[in-house]
């Protein structure tokens, strides 16, 4: 499979060249095949030269040539991309911090110790709840720029889920909305997904803001009642009972 994958990305990289035609549904599938997996490699930000260093590597490998390098390299994939995690979760932070400075000093807004800026746009009235509580939420997810990654008001369905199952600045955000309450969670990444991101939807070191409406507390549903055992024959029944 994960040859496939690679000889897809090849294949993706070297298309423009070719400009082939779609004609038959293979054609298509394939090609499909190979924007699928670009979507997925998009995480590691590879420069136009770093892309030709792949192809080169593939299209050698099809021509049945000896590899320049030894099988240690495979080894050196791991540390490569993590590098360039590093480099690209450190961009997206520095992009952000304007966009957090503003977000600190609008009115209403509260930037708590853990860097989550939290501003209530509607009063709930009902209860708060706790880490260990299920809520029903609506939410609707952006970056930065405005663009949506994620929401379930577009899908037009609550979601329901653990306060605590969740990330860092949901958990802390939400347990300071009351029920029927909206807010804007603007969180940096350190309390989001960190600087591994959410591949592919979610880069590394990206702030997200979240408009939360905390519909409901999930009270945990009662385990049914088990019934009653049957009463055991008393003795003198029993024995009117084998007489008949």
């Known amino acids: 499979m994960k040859k496939i994958l690679l000889a897809a990305f090849a294949l993706a990289l070297l298309a423009p060249a070719f400009a082939q035609e779609l004609k038959t549904e293979d054609d298509k599938t394939l090609y499909y095949l190979g924007r699928m997996v670009s979507r997925n490699l998009k995480q ?3 420069t136009p030269e770093e892309g030709k260093m792949v192809v080169l590597g593939f299209s050698e490998s099809l021509e049945g040539k ?69 809520v029903k939420v609506h939410y609707h997810g952006t970056f930065t720029d ?21 990330i860092p600045c949901w958990t ?11 807010a804007t969670l603007t969180c940096p990444s350190d309390i989001a997904y960190g600087d591994e991101g ?3 939807f979610i880069p ?26 049957a009463k ?12 008949k």
């Open 66 to 134: 000896d590899s320049r390098v030894s099988d240690d390299y495979g080894q050196k994939i791991g540390e490569f991309v993590s590098k360039k995690q590093e480099a690209m979760a450190a961009e997206e932070k520095a992009k952000a911090k304007p966009f957090l400075d503003k977000a600190a000093k609008e009115k209403g807004a509260k930037k708590t110790k853990s860097g989550l800026i939290y501003k209530e746009t509607k009063k709930g009235k009902g209860a708060s709840p706790k880490a260990d509580d299920m």
């Open 146 to 166: 405005g663009k949506v990654f994620d929401s379930s008001v577009e899908r037009k369905q609550p979601a329901e889920f653990p306060l605590g199952a969740v």
């Open 232 to 243: 055991k024959a008393e003795p003198a029944q029993e024995k009117k009972e084998e007489k």
């Open 172 to 182: 802390e955000g939400v347990q300071m909305m009351k029920v029927g309450g909206k």
């Open 44 to 46: 590691f930000n590879l």
């Open 198 to 200: 959410r591949p592919p």
């Open 204 to 229: 590394g070191g990206a702030t997200l803001i979240f408009e939360v409406e905390l519909l409901d507390i999930v009270k945990p549903e009662k385990p049914e009642a088990a019934p009653a055992p």
